[in-house]
């Protein structure tokens, strides 16, 4: 009797056991299961990820990427157009060269001690508002130059050289006009720039503070340089004679 009971006990651990067993699989499977769900489940949004980036970089991304040196060339071909030179602007410059000259050397008041009042000013107001920076200064401080040297007063020459430069500043090129808010602004400026500089160019060549008694002739000539310049800008801006040159 003991015996039977033995195997009675064996047998119910046995199937204990075996039940047991069944159920740790079960769940082994479930989560087996579960597991290879969510692996799918996270691959297959990977994979639409990199479908919808690709597809990005299909339509728009891939322009973006290419952009940086397609701005680069942009600059480089504004570059080029910027400082590309026209056949007006050589024309122009080669013109106001010679009137600067002209106005300057021959058409001209003395007014005693070897001095003298011109109307070379008012060709330089004009040059700095029509031809670009650059043609500008070379108009105008070759033309004052080469003034200074035509009546015998070549020691007058780097000085005009930075007078007349400065002059050129204060004005632009860059309106559709002559004259403009900035070029009128810029005809009283030339007036004490005239005047300020020949006052101490002359204190640096005569080497003396006597200067001051020329700064009244040096008034005269700036003022009427730039009376004479608006009207003849507004007369010119009237005529379109800035848009006939450059034909815009």
Not at 15 to 34: H, I, M, P, T, W
Request: some cysteine.
């Amino acid at each position: 009797m003991a015996k039977d009971k033995f195997d009675d006990n064996s047998m119910e651990n046995k199937a204990v056991n075996s039940e047991d067993s069944l159920r740790v699989s079960e769940g082994v499977d479930q989560n087996s299961g579960k597991v290879e769900n969510d692996f799918s489940q996270s691959v297959g949004l990977q994979n639409d990820d990199n479908l919808i980036s690709a597809s990005e970089k299909e339509n728009g991304r891939v322009d973006d990427c290419v952009k940086p040196a397609d701005t680069k060339s942009d600059i480089s071909a504004k570059g080029k157009k910027r400082f590309k030179i026209r056949t007006a602007d050589i024309a122009v410059t080669a013109v106001m060269t010679a009137l600067v000259i002209v106005f300057t050397s021959f058409i001209k008041v003395p007014i005693g001690a070897g001095g003298y009042i011109h109307l070379g000013d008012l060709m330089i107001l004009l040059s700095a508002s029509i031809l670009p920076l650059p043609f500008a200064l070379l108009s105008s401080c070759v033309g004052a130059a080469l003034s200074d040297v035509i009546v015998g007063a070549p020691i007058w020459a780097p000085f005009s050289l930075i007078v007349k430069a400065l002059i050129v500043l204060c004005f632009t090129a860059k309106k559709d006009k002559i004259l403009c808010a900035r070029n009128f602004i810029g005809c009283g400026l030339s007036c004490i720039i005239t005047v300020v500089g020949y006052f101490f160019s002359e204190v640096i060549i005569y080497g003396n503070w006597g200067a001051y008694v020329s700064m009244p002739w040096n008034l005269v000539q700036a003022v009427v340089a730039a009376v004479g310049y608006i009207v003849i800008a507004i007369a010119f801006d009237k005529m379109k004679v800035k848009k006939f040159i450059y034909k815009k």
